[in-house]
């Protein structure tokens, strides 16, 4: 290892100890007792879920949570936000048509869980996954990490770990994008992915110009160059999927409070939030079927 990764290594762990626990602590067992549910939340309702068994968020699982309580307003939905993965079961998930996976990481819900999961979202419901959601921490639950997200996390820069970039819109004519420029600059941690032939089946909505900003990781692990592609199209980094008359969007922006009170991004997830709860099913936005 080079000196300067050997340095910005011991310089990260110094400002974050808990950095090196995180990585040794064994895990928590999954949540059992059910969290209780007002009587009288209005229906429907946005679900906003922020379990963590990996890294954990914590600025931006509260800008998003902030965000959706604010939308669920304007939307006049009801509102939960929680970690606890015992909601995931089928008499409670019947009580919600979004759930939001806030910057989940780990290996969150148990078996049964994932299924109710996958049940609850088979019958017509909507999902939005946020960062780590998407990362390469959820692998032991395979059909959200290969069917739902798809493509594979690889890392981000590290070096510096936070920087400007120019986001580039690869479907101005999707319900998604409607209302937003052809590309904005915007700050946050860039996710690199690779296996993208994942992504056959979903509709690729923002891209990264890789020219706007580094994307290469000389901290830590193996994988330096995360290049993806000369393109904004090479490089996807938000994706919306139609999958029966279920939908999803995921968005690898969101790893702090700050995109959450960007207008750019406001208006994204107000659109994505708009599209997966469309109760006509039609198939405006929805990849060409194969």
């Known amino acids: 290892m080079r000196v300067r990764h050997l ?3 011991l310089v990260l762990f110094s400002l974050n100890p808990a950095s090196l626990a995180s990585e040794t602590a064994p895990h928590p067992p999954h949540d059992t007792v059910r969290p209780t549910l007002n009587q009288y939340m209005a229906e429907p309702a946005i679900l906003v879920f922020s379990k963590t068994r990996s890294y954990r968020h914590d600025k931006g699982i509260a800008g998003a949570d902030r965000y959706f309580a604010e939308l669920a307003d304007d939307l006049n939905m ?6 606890n ?11 919600f048509d979004l759930v939001i996976f806030n910057n989940m990481s780990g290996d969150a819900l148990s078996k049964e869980q994932q299924e109710a999961f996958e049940t609850w979202f088979a019958q017509g419901n909507a999902l939005v996954a946020l960062h780590s ?4 921490s959820h692998s032991s639950w395979k059909w959200f990490d290969r069917e739902v997200i798809g493509p594979e996390f690889i890392g981000h820069p590290a070096d510096p770990q936070f920087q400007s970039a120019k986001l580039v ?12 420029p052809s590309h904005w600059i915007q700050t946050d941690e860039w996710y690199s992915f690779e296996d993208m032939e994942y992504l056959a089946g979903s509709v690729p909505l923002i891209g990264l110009d890789e020219a706007s900003y580094s994307p290469e990781n000389l901290v830590y692990g193996d994988r330096e160059d995360l290049r993806m592609g000369d393109k904004p199209a090479d490089h996807p980094i938000a994706w919306a999927r139609c999958m029966g008359d279920a939908r999803a969007v995921y968005s690898a922006a969101g790893h702090s409070y700050q ?3 960007t ?3 406001r208006r994204f997830l107000n659109n994505a939030a708009s599209w997966v709860l469309n109760k006509n099913r039609d198939r405006i936005g929805c990849a060409p079927s194969r």
Do not use: C, K, V
Request: proline share 7%.
């Open 7 to 9: 340095l910005a290594l």
């Open 259 to 261: 995109p959450y009170d």
């Open 263 to 265: 207008p750019n991004y």
């Open 85 to 95: 993965a015992a909601i995931f079961n089928d008499e409670q998930l019947a009580r």
């Open 133 to 136: 959601a998407g990362d390469a």
């Open 169 to 180: 819109s690869l479907a101005e004519q999707h319900p998604i994008m409607r209302g937003l």
């Open 78 to 83: 009801g509102f939960f936000t929680t970690s």
